[in-house]
T-cell receptor, first 110, second 112 residues
Framework: EDKVVQSPLSLVVHEGDTVTLNCSYE??????LLWYKQEKKAPTFLFML????IEKKSGRLSSILDKKELFSILNITATQTGDSAVYLC??????????FGTGTRLQVFP | DAGITQSPRHKVTETGTPVTLRCHQT?????MYWYRQDPGHGLRLIHY???????DKGEVSDGYSVSRSKTEDFLLTLESATSSQTSVYFC???????????FGEGSRLTVL
């Protein structure tokens, strides 16, 4: 059965800390792995990763994929209160559907 | 902004009543999806569509039906709502060559 597992489920940090969110997967015919940020409303797209070892960066956020070990990490450096959200990992396989993990809830306190 | 609107945004209904949620897109995307989001379960696919009149089931399709008579509209119907269908429902579209989904703002449904 295809599955995506995220850890930790929840994380509480102070502003300025660096955090690492994990996503492992088991899917047939992997095509890509995606990260989303969800605040109060709809998930918003962060990154899509298709190749191992190539880091994607956007400001203080970065992500990398390891297709051999079947996982990805999302790093956030110098966290801010605005980073507080649920971060979702999803995997696309050979169909046109995404399988989502249950998310990591990040809370950043001043 | 992917041009997706969902309606209604909030609805409270009673067990056994029919409910229809509408998803409207303005960008002519071929693929549209309905997900539900519940605590501890993340986003789960209910149904999806890959063109007008072409739909398929997702992992939690029981109790739901969909229709797509026009490219821009994808309707999700609960024929007889149950309390277990209390959830937040998200519509999404994707461009197959890109892979990422773009989500609507969500519809919060409460079944009493």
């Amino acid at each position: 059965e295809d599955k995506v597992v995220q850890s930790p489920l929840s994380l509480v940090v102070h502003e300025g800390d660096t955090v690492t969110l994990n996503c492992s997967y088991e899917v047939t015919n992997f095509r890509s792995l995606l990260w989303y940020k969800q605040e109060k409303k709809a998930p918003t797209f962060l990154f899509m990763l298709t190749s191992s070892g190539i880091e994607k960066k956007s400001g203080r956020l970065s992500s990398i994929l390891d297709k051999k070990e079947l996982f990805s990490i999302l790093n956030i450096t110098a966290t801010q209160t605005g980073d507080s959200a649920v971060y979702l990992c999803a995997v696309a396989h050979n169909t046109d559907k995404l399988i989502f993990g249950t998310g990591t809830r990040l809370q950043v306190f001043p | 902004d992917a041009g997706i609107t969902q309606s209604p945004r909030h609805k409270v209904t009673e067990t056994g009543t029919p409910v229809t949620l509408r998803c409207h897109q303005t960008e002519n995307h071929r693929y549209m999806y309905w997900y539900r989001q519940d605590p501890g379960h993340g986003l789960r696919l209910i149904h999806y569509s890959y063109g007008v009149k072409d739909t398929d089931k997702g992992e939690v399709s029981d109790g739901y039906s969909v229709s797509r008579s026009k490219t821009e509209d994808f309707l999700l119907t609960l024929e007889s709502a149950t309390s277990s269908q209390t959830s937040v429902y998200f519509c999404a579209i994707s461009r197959p060559s890109h892979g990422e989904l773009f989500f609507g703002e969500g519809s919060r449904l409460t079944v009493l």
